[in-house]
């Protein structure tokens, strides 16, 4: 699987948009992108995924560059139970191979929502 | 709510002892994940069951086993435990295989070994 950088933390003021970045430069042609969240050693939270067009649902929207290399996901009006860890994770499409689908987290986003 | 149901959401044990951990998948799902996270390693991939048959092992320990049930609930077993193996494990479930199909996952049981 392709490995992922993301910042190590962000803030964000509660109302407004947080937009959390994530590079992916190896990605290969079948490799999604997916977005979890882990609130405070909960179950990870699965938010949203991708493979090439942009995706929004009732949570977050997803951008993914047209090279397919980096993507943004987007909360759009942050609020203070938003804080979390976010992992940006890319897993391969087909169910062959060793991988069957497993998701590798890698240090994630420690995203902090401020009143 | 998930839908993936865990239990024991807490496990006290002690070295040298043997815990089986419990996970019912969301209805209709095939596909049980399991994952450890500790202080140290974060996330981890331990080892994958699709309607009955191991399909994935990731860095799972020989001391550690799992099984999926005709009834695809499925079972990790800890044994020989250390102070190491105090972590929070999480199953997951999808209805198949590969990364189209969505991981959903439990609350998790945090085992304390002492």
């Known amino acids: 699987d392709a490995k992922t950088t993301q910042p190590t933390s962000m803030d964000c003021a509660e109302g407004r948009a947080a937009n959390l970045p994530c590079n992916h430069s190896t990605i290969s042609g079948n490799e999604y992108v997916y977005w979890y969240r882990q609130i405070h050693s909960q179950g990870p939270q699965y938010i949203i995924h991708g493979l090439k067009n942009n995706e929004t649902n009732e949570m977050a929207s997803l951008i993914i560059t047209e090279d397919r290399k980096s993507s943004t996901l987007i909360l759009p009006h942050a609020t203070l139970r938003d804080t979390a860890v976010y992992y940006c994770?890319?897993?391969?499409?087909?169910?062959?191979?060793?991988?069957?689908?497993?998701?590798?987290f890698g240090q994630g986003t420690i995203l902090t929502v401020h009143p | 709510d998930s839908g993936v149901t865990q239990t024991p959401k807490h496990l006290i044990t002690a070295t040298g002892q043997r815990v089986t951990l419990r996970c019912s998948p969301r209805s209709g799902d095939l596909s049980v994940y399991w994952y450890q996270q500790s202080l140290d390693q974060g996330l981890q991939f331990l080892i994958q069951y699709y309607n009955g048959e191991e399909r994935a092992k990731g860095n799972i320990l020989e001391r550690f086993s799992a099984q999926q049930f005709p009834d695809l609930h499925s079972e990790l077993n800890l044994s020989s435990l250390e102070l190491g193996d105090s972590a929070l494990y999480f199953c997951?479930?999808?209805?198949?295989?590969?990364?189209?199909?969505?991981?959903?996952f439990g609350a998790g049981t945090r085992l304390s070994v002492l």
């Open positions: 997951a479930s999808s209805v198949g295989l590969g990364a189209k199909n969505i991981q959903y």
């Open positions: 994770i890319v897993r391969v499409g087909n169910a062959g191979g060793t991988s069957y689908g497993k998701l590798t």
